[in-house]
């Protein structure tokens, strides 16, 4: 088995915050795929390459305890997505990381390459000529202009991560979209259906 070394300075949050009303209100991250919940296959998949994981979620932790990682819960809900990139910011820092990777808890089919290729930080994955700002290196130092931007921007609408992202000037990092794209996420039954498939359809691990 290829043994891999986690990236220097590198610590990776997932996140888990929204509320997942297209999929009935479910945590999207715990949904069976194959043999394993999403969440296992992200960790499997992020874990070798960093040197901290935590998971980025909102009500009882105690959900997520099999797993054995840090949960981070955000500091201000209304703030949206940037506001567990915020609390992942902070976490990684204390944790002596300089970059923090971030990965929606409910895209299973994340390249294992995804954390070299976004190094160094800034940078965005691309697929299929759309950025996906979720999947991106963000540098921790960062943290300070990122608490300003939210609590300086009055309208919810404003509080984009792409808005913020740009302020970063991040590089794109484009990835190929065969036999699918990488960065497909689980927003619908249909979604979730299709993602089924594609895992049954997936060539053993050596």
Not at 24 to 51: F, N, Y
Not at 91 to 120: K, S
Not at 142 to 165: G, M, Y
Not at 171 to 198: Q, S
Request: hydrophobic share 40%.
């Amino acid at each position: 088995m290829r043994q891999h070394t986690p990236t220097t300075g590198l610590a990776t949050l997932i996140l888990a915050g929204g509320t997942g009303t297209r999929m009935g209100g479910c945590d999207k991250p715990l949904l069976p795929l194959g043999q394993h919940p999403v969440l296992s296959r992200l960790i499997t998949l992020l874990r070798p390459h960093c040197m901290a994981l935590a998971l980025s979620a909102n009500g009882n932790a105690a959900r997520y305890a099999p797993w054995q990682i840090p949960v981070l819960p955000d500091a201000n809900p209304t703030y949206g997505p940037l506001a567990g990139v915020l609390a992942g910011l902070l976490w990684a820092r204390g944790c002596g990381a300089t970059t923090l990777l971030t990965v929606p808890g409910d895209t299973p089919f994340i390249p294992p390459t995804l954390a070299t290729a976004l190094m160094p930080a800034p940078a965005v994955a691309a697929s299929g000529g759309r950025r996906h700002h979720l999947v991106a290196t963000w540098p921790v130092d960062c943290a300070e202009a990122l608490q300003k931007w939210l609590e300086s921007t009055q309208d919810n609408s404003q509080r984009r991560v792409r808005l913020f992202a740009d302020t970063l000037g991040m590089r794109e990092v484009c990835f190929d979209t065969t036999p699918h794209d990488p960065f497909f996420n689980i927003n619908t039954p249909a979604d979730y259906a299709t993602a089924c498939r594609w895992v049954q359809n997936e060539a053993p691990h050596a």
